[in-house]
Antibody, heavy 122, light 112 residues
């Protein structure tokens, strides 16, 4: 059964870059059949879509974060990544990775990681 | 951005009774391919979101059939026919039709 697992530093200093990886296990990221997304959720608040990437190199970002976000897929390591630059306390949140199918019949986020808490603080 | 508005924001329900959550989008969710990509997700305390329903009314494999989705245009509904204790959590509608993908504010389902 395919699983997603987020990893990365739990504490990032203000103005620095937040870097997270989502590792895909029991499945290959190279199939090209999925888009790989990142979401975040501040404590006690709702969900926000950050953006998505594909093995083709195609990316789409939320305009609210676009100037600070970079996403990519590494097929050799079977993982995809998120980089968020110039972070502030407002970027403190649980970050989730998730998968969405490519075809219209699979256009939903049926697989999610467990999430990882990132705190921005000096 | 498409704004998703859920009502109610809190729903106290008696075990075994039905529950209903509404979601309204600020604009049509009809994609250029003719589909409406409206999903419902459940988030239990301390857990990641879990997909229940996609494309308005399609239940993900393994989701109990007491969960159902309906709607069209800009108005959508999630119904739970008989609430069980394990249904406690926050429910979100989400549109995957247009970038950026957006969520409703969430509806807290609690047991009376």
């Amino acid at each position: 059964q395919v699983q997603l697992q987020e990893s990365g530093p739990g504490l990032v200093k203000p103005s620095q870059t937040l870097s997270l990886i989502c590792t895909v296990s029991s499945g290959s990221i190279s199939s090209g059949n999925y888009y790989w997304s990142w979401f975040r959720q501040p404590a006690g608040k709702g969900l926000e879509w950050i953006g998505r990437s594909h093995i083709s190199g195609s990316t789409n970002y939320n305009p609210s974060l676009k100037s600070r976000v970079t996403m990519s897929v590494d097929t050799s390591k079977n993982h995809f990544s998120l980089k968020l630059s110039s972070v502030t306390a407002a970027d403190t949140a649980v970050y989730y990775c998730a998968r969405r199918g490519l075809s219209s019949g699979d256009w939903y986020f049926g697989l999610w990681g467990r999430g990882t808490l990132v705190t921005v603080s000096s | 951005d498409i704004v998703m508005t859920q009502t109610p924001l809190s729903s106290p329900v008696t075990l075994g009774q039905p529950a209903s959550i509404s979601c309204r989008s600020s604009q049509s969710l009809v994609h250029g391919d003719g589909n409406i990509y409206l999903s419902w997700l459940q988030q239990r305390p301390g857990q990641p979101p879990r997909l229940l329903i996609y494309k308005i009314s399609k239940r993900l494999s393994g989701v109990p059939d007491r969960f159902s989705g309906s709607g069209a245009g800009t108005d959508f509904t999630l119904k739970i026919s008989r609430v069980e204790a394990e249904d406690v959590g926050v429910y979100y509608c989400m549109q995957v039709t247009q970038f950026p993908y957006t969520f409703g504010q969430g509806t807290q389902l609690e047991i009376k």
